[in-house]
């Protein structure tokens, strides 16, 4: 083949991807069947106190709550279009395989065997924890290497199982685990005195704390994070338009955080707005809607139903909440965390 062919077809085969790139995303089979059904199908926990949690009349609150009806604005225009299904954690991956949900946010540790063995494809990282130890005050216990013998009271199926049985072993100490199958039974446990300390994510062990305990000043969190436990929500593998669309409502509520747009001055920064970067993100001076298969204002519907981020933290696990948690590594790149969206342009 002459160069002068081969130039052509080389300058034909750019301009055929760089149309295809700048196509308007084809929805998918997942946004297909939520379209269908009206509604998102989004599984949650059995109830954990600040991520997700009904109330005697079942309405759903939480972070991982607000996470799934922000995604519900953003590709269906209303917040309140979400089912939420309480899955336990030997329910939670057979329940997102089967199609029984459509995204799975439920406070669950992103690692190597789930992302590469489950056909789960973790969207991104929406909260950072880490596995501790409650023990009631009255045993005097500062430090988890004072725990020997004790005996410790852990959920079945989950990474704290096997944090709890790597890290004593790393220590050379001897402690005997307790496990329960469910979340419930096992802080039931602890706080009848059957366990000596109990442990999971420490946002859980907040939760529990100050939710189930009679008296929570009566128990205190161990100083030692044994684990890294990066939380975020999960799809299906396979269907890369679902996948995107559960990424970048996310990420637009961390770019909103950033940009200070609130659920309170998004109205008002949309219409007065001349920065091009927030106007990309609320879709006034360009449609970055379309790559995603979504109309323009997509961001704008998710921030206007949920907030920005930092309001989803603050109201659930926060300081406005019953928990009280820290922003630490949940904090901002830029206000000393690692909390950090890519820029939606």
């Known amino acids: 083949m002459s160069s002068s062919r081969l130039r052509k077809l080389g300058l034909l085969c750019a301009l055929t991807l760089s149309a295809v790139a700048t196509q308007t ?13 009206g509604s998102i199908q989004c599984g949650v926990s059995t ?13 759903w609150s939480g972070f ?33 395989q089967s199609g029984e949900v459509d995204v799975l946010a439920r406070n669950t540790t992103w690692t190597l065997n789930r992302d590469a063995s489950l056909g789960l494809s973790f969207t991104g990282v929406t909260y950072y924890d880490g596995q501790g130890f409650l023990v009631p005050k009255k045993l005097k216990v500062t430090s988890a290497r004072q725990l020997k013998n004790a005996e410790v009271c852990v959920q079945s199926g989950t990474t704290n199982e096997k944090n709890l049985a790597d890290y004593f072993r790393s ?8 496990v329960f199958e469910g979340f419930e039974a096992s802080f039931k446990a602890f706080f009848s005195g059957r366990c000596q300390a109990y442990t999971t ?10 939710k189930e305990a009679k008296n929570p000043d009566d128990y205190v969190i161990l100083p030692e994070v044994i684990s890294k436990e990066p939380l975020g929500p999960a799809v299906r593998r396979g269907d890369d338009e679902w996948f995107a669309i559960v990424r970048w409502v996310a990420f637009a509520l961390i770019e909103a955080e950033e940009y200070g747009i609130t659920r309170a001055n998004v109205d008002a920064i949309k219409a007065e707005n001349k920065d091009p970067a927030i106007g990309r993100l609320l879709g006034s001076t360009e449609d970055t809607g379309k790559l995603l298969g979504l109309d323009r204002d997509w961001a704008y519907r998710a921030i206007k139903s949920v907030g920005n981020y930092g309001e989803i933290f603050a109201r659930n696990v926060g300081p406005e909440s019953v928990l009280k948690l820290p922003r630490g590594l949940n904090n901002l790149w830029n206000k000393g965390g690692i909390l950090y969206a890519p820029p939606v342009r």
Do not use: E, M, W, Y
Not at 68 to 89: E, Q, T, W
Not at 171 to 178: F, G, L, T
Not at 201 to 210: P, T, Y
């Open 25 to 37: 995303a084809h929805a998918g089979k997942t946004v297909d069947a939520i379209k269908q059904r």
């Open 201 to 210: 994510d420490i946002s859980g062990l907040a939760g529990v704390r100050n």
């Open 47 to 59: 109830g954990v106190a600040g991520f997700s949690l009904p109330d005697s009349q079942g309405n």
């Open 171 to 178: 220590q050379n100490v001897k402690i005997k685990p307790v």
């Open 64 to 96: 991982d709550v607000d996470l799934c009806r922000g995604i519900a604005a953003a590709l269906l225009g209303d917040a309140n279009k979400v089912n939420f299904v309480p899955l336990n954690s030997q329910q939670r991956f057979s329940a997102i």
